[in-house]
């Protein structure tokens, strides 16, 4: 299943956020997008999902959701969005009830979950009582439960510090080299989108436009070893950014 | 070493600034108070101080209370106490709760009843017993009614307000795994607007012993407020001051239940 993105543009009232989105996530494939604060990201992601509706343009799913998916487009948020009276199963189970599974499945699927984030100790603990890149995980776990065919990330390690981030994004590699889920990945965090990107999009600052598209294609797996081949990556990322992320800046001081 | 002071030089701790504003709750202390001030109050009445026709001693407030309980007019007060605040409030609540959902989750509901909620929120409901009593007799059903009423609207205002404070991002997460409506409603506005709607109730039921009262006094022959009413029209003091211990223990223990309620449902709050 792949899914596009056909020329969207979103304006609020009066102020356009996007124009001319074209983007494709095939199967299998992570895509980053980064760009400067306020160019749209995360509206662009609401679209994705189906969440908002854009003033043009229109998303397009291609193909058939793999067999046994229950969500096919699942989000993962960057405020972790668990639910603090239930547990960490209680917060896994939540969104299995509705699709009637039976029992023994929900059981197996919780477990199997719990098992793969590292969380099965874990299982009764409130919200409050995990750190940071716990809830994450949680979240992740929760994602997963539903087998999803794409993942929404918004900014999910922008919470974290960054020894979690660093952890969570060994995690996520794991994850993808196991499942090979294609996956939107919104950030402002270079590092992270050329360790887990095979593409990364540039957008320029509002209306947010695709300003450039760059391939990465060394595996995954590879990326955390090679990390001085990455870094020129992520200074020629950086370095289209910079004048878009000054402008952006100067844009919002003005209070325009 | 580098790490220890320099020598000769002088040296002092840094003072400490943090701590204080988390005031806590000790049962030693608040019923040391309160024995205290019992025991004060007898003190000055025996010193005769404090005259006993302006407020009779602790002891022969507790002779009236047990006057009371031995002619059995303690339960036959009580028990029409009882039944008139609980039909009223609970009544009154579980409406309060529905219409504070509907105005929380329907455009068209808020549309027609916020506006209304509001305005007769304002209005003090004993100002309508009068009103009650025509529509609905002298009888119970008007106190009933007045009660009712009381804790109707703020449970309402609680209720929507609680509901317009669920956290938007949990609700959207829900719609992006695809919940059904009712599911949202039930496994997130819902345990999500509880810690508004029981704060609510809090109020509402202190509202509800107010207008209890004020409603007896007006036309009972049995009740608390009534029993109130009639010590005080015979100055009988002891008494008065009997029913009114008996208003501050049935207040004390409807908010002992709330926050019991509070502590086993609201457990996930830090
Ligand atoms: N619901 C809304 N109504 C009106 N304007 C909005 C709304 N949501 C976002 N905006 C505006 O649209 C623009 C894009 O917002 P968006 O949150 O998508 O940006 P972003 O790229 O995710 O920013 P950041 O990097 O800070 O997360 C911003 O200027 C924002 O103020
Ligand atoms: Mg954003």
Request: charged letters at 20%; aromatic letters at 6%; glycine letters at 10%.
């Amino acid at each position: 299943m792949r899914l596009l993105a056909d020329r969207i543009g979103h304006r609020y009232g009066t102020t356009e956020v996007l124009r001319d989105i074209r983007i494709a996530i095939g199967e299998g494939e992570i895509v980053c997008i980064v760009g400067p604060s306020g160019c749209g990201k995360s509206t662009f992601l609401r679209m994705l999902g189906g969440l908002e509706e854009a003033s043009s343009g229109q998303v397009l799913l291609e193909g058939e959701p793999p067999a046994g998916s229950l969500n096919p487009i699942t989000y993962i948020f960057q405020d972790f969005a668990l639910l603090p009276w239930r547990s960490v199963e209680g917060n896994i189970r939540l969104v299995l009830e509705d699709h009637r599974l039976g029992a023994a499945a929900m059981r197996r699927i919780v477990g199997d979950v719990l098992e793969r984030t590292r969380l099965s100790e874990f299982r009764a603990a409130l919200p409050r009582q995990l750190s940071g890149g716990m809830k994450q995980r949680v979240a992740i776990a929760r994602a997963l439960a539903v087998r999803p065919a794409v993942m929404l990330m918004d900014e999910p390690l922008s919470a974290l510090d960054s020894q979690t981030r660093e952890l969570l994004m060994d995690d996520l590699v794991e994850l993808w080299t196991r499942d090979r889920f294609s996956a939107c990945y919104v950030t402002h965090n270079l590092a992270e989108a050329v360790r887990l990107g095979h593409r990364v999009h540039v957008l320029s600052r509002r209306p947010g436009r695709i300003r450039e598209t760059v391939e990465i294609d060394m595996p995954l797996a590879e990326r955390a070893e090679r990390a001085a081949e990455l870094e020129a990556m992520q200074r020629h990322i950086w370095l289209i950014m910079r004048e878009e992320a000054r402008a952006a800046d100067r844009e919002l001081a003005d209070g325009r | 070493m580098a790490d220890d002071p320099a020598p000769g030089a002088r040296v002092r701790p840094v003072p400490f600034r943090g701590g204080g504003f988390r005031p806590q709750t000790n049962s030693y202390v608040s019923l040391a108070v309160f024995i205290g001030l019992i025991l004060l109050w007898e003190a000055g009445s025996r010193a005769g101080l404090i005259s006993p026709i302006a407020l009779p001693a602790p002891s022969q407030v507790l002779v009236a209370l047990a006057d009371l309980v031995r002619t059995g007019m303690l339960w036959k007060h009580l028990s029409v106490s009882l039944m008139r605040l609980g039909v009223g409030w609970v009544l009154g609540s579980i409406l309060g709760i529905l219409v504070g959902l509907l105005i929380g989750l329907f455009t068209i509901a808020r549309a027609a009843l916020l506006q209304l909620t509001s305005a007769l929120f304002a209005v003090p409901k004993i100002a309508l017993l009068p009103l009650f009593i025509v529509w609905f007799g002298i009888g119970e059903s008007s106190k009933i009614a007045t009660i009712l009423f009381g804790s109707f609207f703020p449970t309402v205002i609680a209720t929507y307000s609680g509901v317009d404070n669920v956290d938007r991002n949990l609700i959207r997460m829900a719609q992006s795994f695809g919940l059904s409506w009712g599911s949202i409603v039930r496994k997130i506005i819902l345990p999500g607007a509880l810690p508004a709607i029981l704060s609510g109730l809090r109020i509402s039921s202190a509202i509800a012993i107010v207008l209890l009262v004020a409603a007896e006094m007006i036309g009972a022959q049995f009740g608390i407020g009534a029993y109130i009413l009639q010590a005080g029209s015979l100055f009988a003091i002891d008494q008065l001051i009997a029913g009114v211990t008996i208003l501050a223990v049935l207040g004390l223990a409807i908010s002992w239940v709330i926050g019991r309620a509070e502590r086993r449902f609201l457990d996930w709050r830090s």
